[in-house]
């Protein structure tokens, strides 16, 4: 009879419910997995662009509750350090947890993308953007600027922002305002490939905002945004995505930027039995979605390495995307391995259940407990 493994995982966001709850879904697994995270909930932020509209609130669940059934130790505190040569994991309140694999996914931290500008996509975000909403109602602003980084690999946000708030002035019946969108991208969501670029673009003119494109903006002083080739763009406010760094933990082979190196099946570095899944990753696209699918794959080699299974099934990035205007939803669907599924633009979901953020077994949790407390609440 062999000895249950232990898996701890780090983290509280998708990555690590992802991971959580496919490890207790996979018949090829016997394992004890701890959870560890100073988070009690977790914030579902995929239509947090439509709060300042007023459209809709960010969704807040009981992390305990998403988990629950799936026989996850969850224990709220904070790693302090990693001990690969002992395969521990300290914890900030003292406890020591000891690991056969360790999953990695405490994402990434965002920090100030355009020097002098506002953030949005980040800490404060829907503050700063539902001020700048409130200034425009007063007539206080008259050219906004929505601005993607250098370096910003999902750029979405900043579209959906820019046409909401088109959108916005014209159903308000308010004096013109100028909107604009600057971005690196050659053309708008170029990840997506042409049909997205193309619907984005006719989105874009239909609204009246003027795209920017191929610009690298570094700084926002007096009114002006500066950018790398020297071409200068006036506008009253200027609200940028964040950079993204990784959080970082003592212990683990991070990067310069705080990120960790991954193969295929999520292994970090050379290391066997420590994982990573997430925006914690040094893989380009930070986005829901492709962190499920990265912790997917990572429960797909455990149960290789733990279990039954016999191969595992690599990471094959598929990028799916929700994005909304005044029109309603689009989705987008790009894949860049071969898949039969390929490149798509669509107004009817292109994925069943069209969650925004694509998902193996979260969202059917996260269904699940929508469905659990509608019916409490209508007794």
């Known amino acids: ?94 406890r020591l947890l000891s690991f056969d694999a360790l999953v990695v996914t405490t994402g990434a931290e965002p920090v100030e993308g355009l020097r002098g500008g506002m953030m949005i996509g980040g800490p404060g975000g829907n503050d700063n953007m539902a001020r700048v909403l409130r200034e425009i109602d007063a007539g206080v602003v008259k050219r906004v600027a929505f601005v993607a980084p250098p370096g910003a690999s999902w750029t979405l946000p900043v579209y959906e922002f820019a046409l909401l708030t ?17 971005t690196p991208e050659q053309r708008p969501l170029q990840v997506f490939g042409e049909m997205a670029g193309d619907r984005v673009m006719s989105m874009l003119n239909d609204a009246g905002v003027e795209l920017h494109a191929g610009l690298r903006a570094l700084s926002f002083t007096n009114g002006v945004i500066g950018t790398v080739s020297g071409q200068r763009i006036e506008a009253d406010r200027a609200l940028s995505l964040p950079h993204l760094v990784g959080r970082r933990i003592p212990g683990l082979p991070q ?33 829901g979605s492709i962190a499920a699918q990265q912790a997917d794959a990572v429960v797909s080699e455990l149960a290789r390495m733990f279990g039954t299974q016999q191969e595992s099934q690599p990471f094959l990035p598929q990028l799916h995307a929700m994005m909304f205007s005044e029109h309603g939803r689009t989705f987008l669907r790009a894949a860049d391995h071969g898949s039969p599924l390929g490149e798509a633009v669509s107004d009817e979901p292109l994925w069943e259940d069209a969650e925004k953020i694509f998902s193996r077994h979260l969202s059917q949790r996260i269904r699940r407990l929508r469905s659990t407390k509608s019916v409490r609440a209508r007794r």
């Open 255 to 287: 990067d310069r930027n705080g990120f960790l190196h991954v193969d295929a099946h999520g292994h970090v570095g050379d290391a066997n039995d420590v994982f990573a899944a997430g925006d914690i990753t040094d893989f380009p696209v930070k986005q």
């Open 166 to 182: 088109a959108a916005r002035v014209r159903t308000h019946l308010q004096p013109a305002l100028h909107v604009m969108v600057v």
């Open 1 to 94: 009879m062999h000895a249950r493994k232990k898996i701890v995982i780090i983290g509280g966001g998708v990555a690590a419910l992802e991971a959580a709850i496919g490890l207790h879904d996979s018949p090829n697994i016997e394992a004890d997995v701890t959870m560890v995270t100073p988070q009690e909930e977790f914030h579902y932020r995929p239509f947090a662009v439509l709060e300042p509209f007023g459209y809709q609130k960010t969704a807040c669940m009981s992390i305990a509750d998403l988990v629950a059934g799936c026989n996850v130790e969850l224990v709220h505190d904070k790693v302090s350090r990693v001990d690969h040569t002992f395969k521990r994991v300290m914890l900030a309140g003292g």
